[in-house]
């Protein structure tokens, strides 16, 4: 089931700087595979603050219990992720390798058991043996390195085709500060293959509320603008971790969430995270087109989003992509669908630039020849404007191939 | 794309028994292709009560608009079907169709205009050129035949593999009362393919008004928890003709929803439609499995139907049973984001009989051998216990193979 990289992968990796007060190993803890690199520490100085946000979903996993417990105090020391293994629907099992894992992590940096943080993925339903992360960790942590983050990158990876990390700078109080991000997934879940991890650093002093504030913002029209397949992993997990390192450089520390001295570094995070979450559409399973659905007119932004997903998610708007066929049939079907408020006569349709349906009806002007043409990229835009207010929101996706399919149905051949 | 017959398809017709004041006849308008079968006529006798229930997109088709204002009255003398051409998403030339369409049958069938019931599927966003029923409409009426449901049935196949119909019989005041039905059906809906009609005729003497309140609630357990691709068409339409025949044999006339003598009617009326719906489902697009999603002891009914859907309609579950694995960790996914009260220590899951899953973890005591046997069938049972209170539904679906990606986006093959 091994993939070739995914063909809207990015070209190259971009540069990224070490951030200080972070550091990172990798290593082998046999949870799964005996021979593949399956657990990542990350090390944080002390005063680290951190944020998250989690699956929406009503059976989370044991680690993210866990994590949600952890962001009361804010502060965090040690990040401790492994593959192979979601530790999620193994009851009081799950609860105590969460603990055990943590103790063990505890035992090998020094750090507080209650400041480290804790994500798995990998196959649902079966106990996680953390005991197998006793030896392990002492060795990370003895090795751990700032210039790490790539590395732990491709640690976390399961059914991904290429690793996925980001940079960006930004200037805080006059002095620069930088964030450096990774994540894995595919699906938006697959027990034994895929769930989705993200975890982001920087140097910059800001305090725990003030980042789980603009986390939970910038997450709307990132993480939460993209779908694969519609379905929700019980894992999926999101951490922002701050070391405040610049402030000896001379960097305020921020404090109020309003501080307009945030600014450039809330529009370095959505540009972070919005690189990572688009990474994750163009490695999603079997997909070979990139899409871009954006909703205008709606009567909300809120009601925008839910048209956006309704077209997004659709298998019938999903294949016909994959078949290269600017069916806008199926757009309005999507549209109909969604429940919220449209009006059969005021809707209007663009593939790329051009429209093909208006007022209730096909385009005709539309240019059947120049919208196949525009079909036939690697990455196709979906416009649809409901003419009723000034609601608008952008999602993405992939189409569905046969080899979504093949990937997660194909276990008997 | 011709498909051959679904090998879930039944392994038999029913017998069709006449029902009295209904009569159908099938034709060729052209509409689409000039050499098919595109459009058929039911006739019924002056007296006949009717009743309905449509798709719930904002954007519907023209003729459900005008089923809809129809059905105010609750009276019919004839129903026009084409295939071919949906008139959904054409504007006001859509209105103009289906108010020509309706002034034609009038003059072929000597009915008022406003007692002819439409529905369309086929091509969206293409105007219909309502003028080729004209002289097509006149034959239809003069060939008309009590015993032509079959070929009515056929008629309105799209991507259909076989045609879909079905016979219950009632006694009502004891008298023998007969109800028949047709559908058509493969995905929720495919521009250019399919879309969900379904048509009931019985001789029972019932006032529209018991009608449309039976109707609704009998399609809550039968067409409204069915899934293929969890796409909703912009026509789907399910009529249902009562003439009153049975009256001159002696069965009473209903008009209370509250009558006790209904009782056997409302029972194979749910029969029928269930019949109807599964059959939809045997024919979803790719289709090789039939599978029934039963949810327990959810805090409420409604609770028990959105989380029951949201495993049917998740494209890795579907896709797990096209793999024939029981992968009892989608279900957990799918419960978990279905966003429904849900407690992950509660939790149980069996396939077919066997119990997988319970009490937040796998079944110790679990067969994977016996599991495995039984996902090799075509007929696939899944159930989940919330444990949390009574609620409880049952919805079917099919499972997600390459051949639905294939029938819905080979465009280019």
Redesign the interface.
């Known amino acids: 089931m091994a993939a070739a990289i995914s063909p809207l992968a990015p070209k190259s990796f971009p540069e990224l700087p070490e951030i200080a007060g972070v550091r990172f190993a990798t290593g082998t803890a046999g949870i799964r595979c005996k021979d593949r690199t399956d657990v990542m520490l990350a090390l944080f100085d002390k005063g680290t603050e951190a944020a998250g946000v989690f699956?929406?979903?009503?059976?989370?996993s044991a680690p993210v219990d866990w994590c949600r417990a952890r962001l009361l105090a804010g502060k965090a020391r040690a990040l401790v992720v492994n593959s192979g293994n979601?530790n999620?629907?193994?009851?009081?099992?799950?609860v105590e390798a969460v603990k055990l894992t943590a103790a063990l992590a505890a035992k090998a940096t020094g750090a507080p058991g209650n400041e480290i943080f804790l994500a798995s993925t990998g196959?649902?339903?079966?106990?996680l043996d953390a005991a197998k992360f006793d030896s392990v960790l002492d060795k990370l942590f003895a090795r751990a390195d700032p210039d790490g983050l790539f590395e732990a990158a491709k640690a976390i990876m399961t059914t991904d085709t290429f690793p996925k990390v980001a940079a960006a700078h930004a200037t805080l109080g006059g002095v620069e500060v930088s964030l450096t991000g990774m994540a894995k997934g595919a699906?938006m879940?697959?027990?034994?293959m895929a769930t989705m991890l993200a975890f982001v650093f920087t140097d910059a002093p800001i305090a725990a509320a003030v980042l789980q504030s603009m986390l939970a913002k910038s997450v709307q029209t990132s993480f939460n603008a993209i779908t694969v397949?519609?379905?929700?992993?019980?894992s999926d997990t999101l951490l922002l971790f701050a070391t405040g390192a610049a402030a000896k450089r001379g960097a305020p520390k921020i404090v109020a969430p309003n501080d307009r001295r945030l600014a450039p570094f809330k529009q370095a995070l959505d540009t972070l995270l919005l690189d990572l979450a688009h990474q994750v559409v163009r490695d999603g399973e079997g997909a070979r087109k990139f899409v871009e659905v954006q909703v205008t007119g709606a009567a909300s932004a809120a009601s925008a989003k839910k048209i956006a997903f309704s077209i997004a998610?659709?298998?019938?708007v999903k294949?016909?992509?994959?078949?290269?066929?600017a069916?806008?049939?199926?757009i309005?079907?999507?549209?109909?669908?969604?429940?919220?408020?449209?009006?059969?006569?005021r809707?209007a349709i663009w593939f790329g630039g051009v429209r093909v349906?208006h007022?209730?009806?096909?385009d005709p002007a539309y240019d059947e020849a120049k919208v196949s043409t525009l079909m036939r990229a690697d990455e196709i835009s979906i416009r649809v404007d409901l003419g009723l207010g000034k609601g608008e929101a952008k999602v993405w996706t992939c189409?569905?191939?046969?080899d979504?399919?093949?990937i997660?149905?194909?276990?008997?051949s």
């Open positions: 699956t929406k979903s009503k059976c989370p979601a999620a629907f193994t009851g009081k099992a799950g196959v649902i339903g079966e106990p699906g879940i697959a027990p034994d397949d519609s379905d929700t992993s019980t998610n659709s298998p019938l294949t016909a992509i994959a078949g290269e066929d069916n806008w049939g199926r309005v079907m999507a549209v109909g669908k969604a429940g919220e408020k449209a009006e059969r006569d809707l349906a007022k209730g009806q096909r189409d569905l191939t046969k979504y399919v093949a997660n149905g194909d276990y008997r």
